[in-house]
């Protein structure tokens, strides 16, 4: 197994359980061989009983963060499927600010 690098590893973070879990098998399913659901505590005091869930993605077979287009094109698709289901994107590693939502600019 290859070691984690900067923009190997990805959260997509969503509000159901049913669709991290049918995310998961998708990516699964295209080759993504480390593909985990996580349970993640919601981030404020006002929703200390909220739970989100995470679908954890490692894959190293792309070049840092650094390293170009591909990499970019997987970011930006995990972006986009973090907003169609309501939910957002973050990248353990990446101190680059997130991509704006296009609605937002």
Request: no cysteine; hydrophobic share 30%; charged share 40%.
């Amino acid at each position: 197994m290859s070691t984690p690098h900067a923009g190997s590893e990805h959260l997509i973070i969503l509000p159901d359980r049913e669709v991290a879990e049918e995310l998961a098998e998708e990516l699964r399913e295209e080759g993504f061989a480390q593909v985990r659901v996580l349970r993640e505590a919601a981030r404020t005091e006002e929703d200390d009983e909220d739970h989100e869930w995470a679908v954890y993605v490692l894959d190293t077979r792309l070049p840092d963060a650094s390293g170009g287009g591909a990499y970019e094109g997987l970011r930006e698709r995990f972006i986009e499927v973090a907003r169609e289901h309501e939910g957002w994107y973050d990248e353990p590693g990446d101190h680059r600010p997130p991509i704006p939502d296009p609605d937002e600019r």
